[in-house]
């Protein structure tokens, strides 16, 4: 937001350097980003009357001229501007003077000019003649300025222009104005807050609103079928209006902040928004069909011509405004083509709205077009102050055009109230650390618009909040506003700070991620972080709903960055293909990476997201390619496989202590050569396996590429919060048996495992895998699995007790996966 400091002056003094205002609005919690004088001090520039212009001898487009400047002999200067002529009054920069000029090399942008006596095609030129951008107080270049013809030979033309009421030099800050402060994105907001900080007086327009009705129902009817989406709707009729330039100071301020200068009507609207912060707009009355606005929920998508000359499709639930017939705004946004100010408008109607911060917001973004209409409406701003604008804009077209104000004002809604907030000043206390008596406060808040009433009780304060501070709704926000205009450094330091008494405990969800790390660093992995916008094409590849669980279809974007960014990421794995691709083309073989992050789908049935209708959640990626190790003039190293993948997913889960699972298979969904189901309390979360080739080498990796991506949300959600807790090694041995079993071809080997494991009973305090067997002595379609236990207790076992352990767990593997003892 740009303050014009000429500008804000008029609204309140300003005594202070603009760097020392900058810092203490800062302070105040107005971030002031940049301090920018515009215009040049002009010392040097003075007014001079020009004697003769005639031809230059050696060059058919200039002119040579002979200046009074109220020197004892006039000056020769070369003029380049096509309308000099003798007895004209001109803006004269004498030698020694700098001005600015535009920049050849960048169009737009202005480079600094000290004046000296040079030659100019064979005669010499002892000065410049200047136009509007070369004092920097327009933006003319077409020609020279030609001042009033009484202004005084050798005055400073500062001087001249200043009482002729045109701004010369400007100071600009620019504030970043926070969300929560709405009230600030005007002048009179900003000044409002200056006044406060300097005990100055506030200086507003003051215009007086109409009554309601009056003449002007007969020009104009307005009807808001949509008061959700605008409860308050105020306009007003000028008419005999002419379309003109606007004032030199209007246009100067409006520069200033980077606005361009229209015509009266439009820098009129503009400049009461800059002023008061209430945008408004201005209709040509006669394009009206049937003279009458109509605001109303656009009920199916539309195409519509914005003041841009842009056609945009408006979506269903758009606040639009139409007259007798057709659409003629985005509420809040942008008018149309259709009913612009021109040349030839005579009758004006001025609009001002209050519309629904949270829908503007919505129009703007799926449109993709922010105004600064938009910016003010969708941040809230001054419910009650919709009548006063439109009164100071009419004024303004009427003293400006030298139009007739119609009688009366149409205002439909009920104008808003002041809420009323309790202040308890121990509060105060409590929070700031400073005891502040009641008068102090009342005082500091009055200054901001507050109206204070006292109460039954002395140490609490009634604060009715002003309609344009939306953002204050609790007593701690009030606590905020007095904190910062008494200063945040006049508080003391306390000597001691309260700590709560009691022993922070880390999140669930922190626990696990640190847990993860620790396991995959330790293993080799490294953490990636990858963008969550790819392109629509990828995003439906990966979107398997079948291994990942997200229902629905991918999540388009509105107002994409680029054509490979357009939709949110369905699967982490999208996303570090990429990064596979760009470590082996640069040589790098050992590639494990890991990734944690959020993937996206549309689903109707989902409302228990931010957004009713997506789901969200975050997921795990592990990703190997390439040889397990280094390549040695010994060694060829074998190349990963899913299976290694698998190990660190089981890994995890011992970390985490939680029981999972793997199918036997994935679904077949192309994306795979081979793999299995990760399954946690019988539902799937999560797959693991090795990518299919085709798909590998379009991403341009030639390796086998194993991934596993999980449901960390699921995860999460199934932990529950353990102590971990030191225990002793035993100091009696422990008892290993081992035996070998034969099953199925098609059991998996981690059934049998668990199986063993619970059925070991309270002395099994181990069980591994150590031999897979097919071939000679085993019947075709079985294998034999070796099988490792470790028994133990607090005291030495008997080989009863062992061989009663290794019984049940013979007799589980019988039951459960008709398994052979193998002699």
Not at 50 to 72: M, Q, T, Y
Not at 446 to 459: Q, Y
Not at 741 to 753: D, F, M, N, P, R
């Amino acid at each position: 937001m740009k303050i014009s400091l000429d500008w804000l002056s008029e609204h309140v003094e300003v005594n202070s350097d603009p760097s020392a205002l900058a810092d203490l609005l800062t302070m105040a919690g107005l971030e002031v980003e940049s301090v920018e004088r515009i215009g040049g001090t002009l010392d040097g520039v003075v007014v001079g009357s020009v004697i003769e212009a005639g031809r230059h001898p050696n060059a058919d487009r200039l002119s040579l001229c002979k200046v009074d400047v109220g020197n004892p002999e006039p000056l020769q200067i070369v003029c380049g501007a096509p309308n000099v002529s003798a007895g004209q009054k001109v803006a004269v920069a004498t030698i020694g003077s700098t001005i600015t000029v535009p920049d050849q090399k960048q169009p737009g942008r202005a480079v600094a000019l000290k004046i000296k006596r040079s030659k100019i095609r064979g005669e010499y030129s002892e000065g410049m003649i200047c136009a509007e951008d070369e004092l920097g107080v327009g933006e003319d270049h077409d020609g020279i300025l030609v001042l009033q013809a009484d202004a005084p030979v050798g005055a400073p033309v500062r001087d001249v222009l200043v009482q002729s009421g045109q701004p010369v030099g400007d100071v600009v800050l620019d504030i970043a104005i926070t969300p929560n402060r709405p009230d600030a994105t005007s002048h009179v907001g900003v000044a409002r807050d200056v006044a406060a900080l300097t005990k100055a007086e506030l200086r507003t327009p003051q215009p007086v609103p109409p009554s309601q009705a009056g003449s002007v129902e007969e020009r104009v009817s307005v009807v808001v079928e949509a008061p959700n989406g605008c409860p308050r709707f105020a306009a007003m009729v000028v008419e005999g209006v002419n379309v003109v330039e606007s004032p030199k100071w209007m246009q100067a301020r409006l520069r200033a902040v980077g606005l361009r200068p229209r015509n009266n009507v439009v820098d009129i609207t503009n400049y009461v928004m800059l002023e008061l912060g209430q945008p408004l707009h201005a209709y040509d009355l006669d394009k009206l069909v049937g003279e009458q606005i109509v605001v109303r929920e656009s009920k199916s998508e539309t195409r519509f011509v914005t003041l841009d000359e842009k056609e945009r499709t408006v979506p269903v639930g758009t606040m639009m405004v139409w007259d007798g017939e057709r659409e003629i705004g985005i509420g809040g946004v942008m008018g149309g083509m259709n009913t612009e100010v021109s040349d030839d408008t005579t009758r004006v109607l001025v609009e001002g709205a209050y519309w629904n911060p949270a829908m503007i917001r919505r129009t703007s973004k799926q449109l993709g077009l922010q105004t600064d209409a938009s910016y003010r409406f969708e941040r809230g701003v001054d419910s009650a102050g919709q009548a006063r604008a439109v009164a100071r804009a009419g004024e303004l077209i009427a003293e400006t055009g030298g139009g007739v104000l119609v009688d009366g004002m149409i205002h439909v809604g009920e104008p808003d109230t002041r809420r009323t907030v309790t202040l308890r000043l121990s509060q105060i206390e409590r929070h700031l650390g400073l005891a502040l008596p009641h008068n102090e406060v009342s005082e500091l808040l009055t200054a901001i618009g507050f109206g204070i009433s006292v109460t039954d009780d002395p140490g609490v304060i009634a604060c009715a909040v002003p309609t344009f501070r939306p953002d204050v709704e609790r007593e701690i926000d009030i606590i905020e506003e007095v904190a910062r205009l008494r200063g945040y450094a006049s508080f003391p330091m306390p000597e001691a700070t309260r700590v709560p008494n009691f022993a922070p405990e880390e999140r669930l969800e922190d626990q696990t991620m640190d847990a993860l790390h620790s396991v995959l660093v330790g293993a080799g992995y490294r953490e990636i972080f990858t963008n969550s916008l790819i392109s629509e094409d990828t995003a439906g590849r990966f979107q398997a709903s079948e291994l990942t669980g997200l229902l629905g279809k991918p999540v388009v974007t509105v107002n994409a960055i680029t054509s490979e960014m357009t939709t949110l990421r369905p699967s982490l794995l999208a996303g570090a293909l990429p990064v596979l691709q760009f470590n082996a083309n640069r040589g790098q073989d050992l590639l494990r990476f890991f990734e944690t992050g959020n993937v996206f789908a549309t689903n109707p049935q989902d409302t228990s997201g931010a957004v009713a209708g997506y789901s969200e959640r975050t997921d795990l990626l592990l990703v190997a390619a390439g040889p397990k190790r280094r390549r040695s003039f010994d060694d060829a190293p074998d190349n990963y496989d899913y299976y290694d993948v698998k190990g660190a997913v089981q890994s995890i889960a011992r970390k985490l202590r939680i029981d999972i699972a793997f199918s036997d298979t994935l679904p077949d969904t192309k994306l795979f050569e081979a793999g299995q189901m990760i399954v946690l309390d019988g539902n799937n979360v999560g797959f693991v396996g090795q990518l299919s080739a085709e798909i590998a080498n379009e991403f341009g990796v030639n390796a086998p590429v194993n991934c596993a991506e999980l449901d960390l949300s699921a995860i999460i959600a199934s932990r529950s919060r353990e102590r971990v807790q030191y225990q002793a090694t035993s100091r009696h041995p422990v008892v290993e048996r081992d035996l070998a079993v034969v099953v199925s071809k098609e059991t998996s080997a981690g059934h049998l495992l668990k199986t063993t494991l619970n059925a070991g009973g309270k002395l099994m305090r181990g069980a591994e895998i150590f031999d897979v067997y097919e071939g000679k002595g085993i019947p075709s379609g079985q294998k034999s699995v070796a099988i490792s236990m470790r028994f133990g207790s607090d005291r030495t076992l008997t080989d009863g007790e062992v061989d009663a352990a290794v019984a049940n767990v013979v007799s589980a593997l019988q039951k459960r996966h008709a398994g052979e003892l193998r002699a």
